[in-house]
């Protein structure tokens, strides 16, 4: 299949989990994909794995989200790489467990910083050029099962993703004019690297006895019956990246297996 066949994308926080799964099956459809990440060996690594994967070209790009310089040098290289840029996947996203009454200013910047203004930057810097360019865009971001309702161990990372669902409607409604649509989707518990390290984070805080326990408790009402895999999740991303959905605009896509019902 080819649904994105020619459709040049960057995904950020693309070193490894969903990014990484993102651009691997964008790849496997025919894009053109830019891995990005503030981990710069580790992209660079996972680029290297995937020269000659599909169809497509693969660069990559070291950049920290929070920092607009550093987003308009990662289009930049793109647009030099491909001659253009489609789609714009803001994926990059933290966490770092807290009981609620620990909340501190760091915590909550930081992760406001990282999934808030990273995102609100990346819409920006992708609008621009998409303007630039006169051509239709795509904005998809990485919104949250927390982005639906608050979890008490996490709420500066569930506060962050309500400000993606946020974003994701008034950027469709501000950019419609210029042609670019705004979309995004809502993974629930999904086994990577990240929730790996929010089991450990859950148990420094007294949160969790044992590890796994957390994932099992999240996941225990789950109607799919298990939690998701990054496969689970990028049949959704590269629809959204598609022609097919080219008519969706300020929607975000569930992708909990039935974890929320909304």
């Not at 950049?63 to 996947?89: E, N, S, Y």
Request: overall charge negative; glycine content about 10%; hydrophobic content about 45%.
């Amino acid at each position: 299949m080819a649904r994105v066949s020619g459709r040049s994308c960057i995904v950020t926080g693309a070193a490894q989990g969903i990014g990484r799964a993102i651009g691997e099956a964008l790849l496997d459809e025919g894009a053109d994909v830019c891995f990005a990440d503030i981990n710069a060996d580790k992209v660079a690594d996972v680029a290297a794995l995937n020269q000659g994967r599909g169809a497509g070209r693969v660069t990559h790009a070291r950049v920290d989200v929070t920092d607009r310089a550093q987003v308009r040098a990662m289009i930049d290289h793109a647009v030099a790489v491909f001659g253009k840029l489609d789609v714009k996947f803001n994926n990059a996203g933290v966490n770092k467990p807290m009981n609620f009454l620990d909340v501190t200013e760091e915590n909550w910047r930081f992760i406001m910083d990282v999934n808030g203004l990273g995102c609100l930057i990346g819409m920006q810097e992708a609008a621009r050029q998409f303007i630039r360019q006169g051509t239709f865009g795509k904005i998809i971001n990485t919104a949250s099962v927390a982005s639906r309702q608050g979890f008490d161990n996490v709420a500066p990372y569930c506060a962050s993703k309500w400000g993606v669902v946020s974003l994701t409607q008034s950027g469709a409604r501000d950019l419609a004019r210029h042609d670019i649509t705004v979309t995004g989707f809502a993974p629930g518990v999904v086994a990577t690297e990240m929730w790996e390290q929010v089991d450990r984070d859950l148990m420094e805080i007294g949160a969790a006895e044992r590890p796994g326990q957390a994932m099992e408790e999240f996941s225990a009402e789950i109607l799919k019956g298990r939690v998701a895999r990054p496969e689970d999740v990028t049949g959704t991303t590269t629809f959204l990246a598609s022609r097919d959905s080219d008519y969706m605009t300020g929607q975000i896509v569930m992708i909990d297996g039935g974890m929320t019902l909304v």
